[in-house]
């Protein structure tokens, strides 16, 4: 699929209205209504138009996200296929103040697996074995979920266009080589002020994480903007995301048998 801009009205008034929710903090009407429910294309459109907004104003991409590949996520939010989105550095918790971060309006939690890139991956054969290669390094990770559409009342075209549903991303400190494991066969625990809220697999996650991040490679390449060198994937949720509240503690573990490989923290912190 070559992806085209199409800048017009329609979907410049989707960008503005999403636009609009996150200068005021103030969640919007769906923008199916101007788009379509199914129109992947101009949903990547109105996405676009978002990133190029950030980017002018100065934010810098730090790497993607795939997002509904959990079929628990999929049934939360009456969606039957993956997406993706942007990430901005100052969606990192590890590396931006509260102060800096985009706001959050409607937040949820989901665990998953996140992938370091050593390589581009920009070539004609982009399968799970490909991609494999590419990898530098895994880790836990959280991605914080938002929605600037009014009480997550999203289609397909909704999520895309509204980048993904993105808000913010903490990581683990730990780095796994993929000589130390196999991502389809790790499971996880979420856990939000000590109770466990959570449970996923990586088989969850397309059948495997590498399916998933080979899905996006050949999605961003089709879409002229392959995955680079250094950039962070986040691979999709694991198990079902659940909603936050000022003040809650996160915390999930990945792990292989009775070895844990990797864990991560968050507390959602308020101005």
């Excluded at 989901?110 to 490909?130: H, M, R, S, Y």
């Excluded at 994937?233 to 936050?244: D, E, I, Y």
């Excluded at 000022?246 to 990945?254: K, N």
Aim: aromatic residues 6%; glycine residues 10%.
């Amino acid at each position: 699929m070559t992806f085209t801009l199409t800048d017009s009205p329609a979907i410049r008034a989707a960008a503005d209205r999403l636009a609009a929710a996150t200068a005021t903090g103030e969640p919007v009407a769906p923008v199916r209504d101007l788009i379509g429910p199914d129109d992947v294309v101009s949903a990547y459109a109105v996405q676009s138009i978002g990133v190029q907004g950030r980017l002018v104003s100065g934010a810098r991409i730090v790497g993607r996200k795939i997002g509904l590949t959990s079929p628990a996520v999929q049934q939360q939010l009456g969606v039957d296929q993956p997406d993706f989105g942007v990430l901005f550095g100052d969606m990192d918790v590890s590396e931006t103040t509260v102060a800096q971060r985009p706001r959050l309006l409607q937040p949820k939690v989901e665990a998953e697996l996140a992938f370091v890139l050593g390589a581009d991956l920009d070539g004609e054969q982009l399968d799970p074995i490909t991609v494999r290669g590419a990898i530098e390094y895994a880790v836990a990770a959280l991605e914080i979920v938002d929605s600037r559409i009014a009480d997550w009342d999203i289609t397909f075209a909704d999520t895309v266009a509204d980048n993904a549903s993105s808000g913010w991303f903490a990581l683990g400190s730990r780095r796994l080589s993929l000589e130390e494991f196999e991502p389809r066969e790790i499971a996880m625990t979420m856990a939000i002020d000590g109770e466990v809220v959570s449970t996923g697999t990586g088989s969850a996650c397309l059948g495997d994480p590498l399916n998933a991040l080979a899905w996006l490679a050949r999605t961003a390449r089709d879409f002229g903007n392959p995955l680079r060198a250094g950039e962070v994937v986040l691979s999709g949720a694991l198990g079902p995301m659940a909603s936050l509240r000022p003040g809650a503690r996160v915390h999930a573990e990945i792990f292989s048998s009775a070895e844990t490989l990797g864990a991560v923290d968050f507390v959602w912190e308020e101005l």
